[in-house]
């Protein structure tokens, strides 16, 4: 069955540090894939997505993801992150074919100290 | 524009009682529909998902059930809710797979 892991359940930062989150799949065809976030006591906003081209995503608030293919991997960085940026992140995969089942990672917390 | 509405946003409920949580949505047609459950450690569940009208997919055994009456309209129900019911439920869609839009969600309560 399709899934999507995501290695790091808590991070724990200073700021200026630089961050990545993993973020693997498994499915052997085409996906979109995508990141979201979820800060304290909001709703999930978009960070960015990738569908083909450039594998390497520019998103909102200094993010980017690179699509590995052969790894079945879509990584989120950032080279300095702030302690705005204390949030919960998922990784979501919507593989090609079938019925387009939106599946997400169980989620990965970042606490961001000052 | 394409929304997305979803209701009630709040509600608590005593064990054994039905559930009925709606989502409807605008600007499109033929939308990819989903229910999720968010729970504190396991992000977003994916609990029933619908590609068309009838057409429901069922991701985990529980105590719930799903039905799409209508193009734009998803239903998340129950007949006897449970403690273990309680949590924060999403609806969510897409079309070709491109943008995925939220409802507000809805928080349940079951005493």
């Known amino acids: 069955a399709q899934s999507v892991s995501q290695h790091n359940h808590h991070v724990i930062l200073s700021e200026a540090a630089s961050l990545e989150l993993g973020c693997n799949y498994s499915?052997?065809?085409?996906?979109?894939l995508f990141w979201y976030v979820q800060y304290p006591g909001q709703h999930l906003q978009l960070l960015l997505k990738?569908?083909?081209?450039?594998?390497l995503v520019k998103g909102i608030k200094g993010f980017e993801a690179e699509f590995i293919k052969s790894k079945f991997s879509f990584n989120l960085r950032k080279p300095s992150v702030q302690w705005s940026d204390t949030a919960e992140y998922f990784c979501?995969?919507?593989?090609?074919?079938?019925?387009?089942?939106?599946?997400f990672g169980a989620g990965t917390r970042l606490a961001v100290h000052p | 524009s394409q929304t997305i509405h979803q209701w009630p946003a709040t509600l608590v409920q005593p064990v054994g009682s039905p559930l009925s949580l709606e989502c409807t949505v605008e600007?499109?047609?033929?939308?990819?529909l989903y229910w999720y459950r968010q729970a504190a450690g396991r992000g977003l569940q994916l609990l029933f998902y619908?590609?068309?009208?009838?057409?429901i997919s069922s991701e985990v055994p529980q105590n719930l059930s799903a039905s799409r009456p209508q193009d734009r309209q998803f239903i998340l129900s129950s007949k006897k809710l449970l403690l273990s019911d309680s949590g924060f439920y999403l609806c969510?869609?897409?079309?070709?797979?491109?943008?995925?839009?939220f409802g507000e969600g809805s928080w349940l309560t079951v005493v």
């Open positions: 979501a995969v919507i593989p090609s074919g079938g019925y387009n089942k939106l599946i």
């Open positions: 990738y569908f083909s081209g450039d594998p």
């Open positions: 619908s590609v068309g009208i009838g057409q």
């Open positions: 499915y052997g065809g085409t996906v979109n």
């Open positions: 969510a869609w897409t079309v070709n797979r491109n943008t995925i839009y």
């Open positions: 600007g499109t047609s033929n939308p990819n």
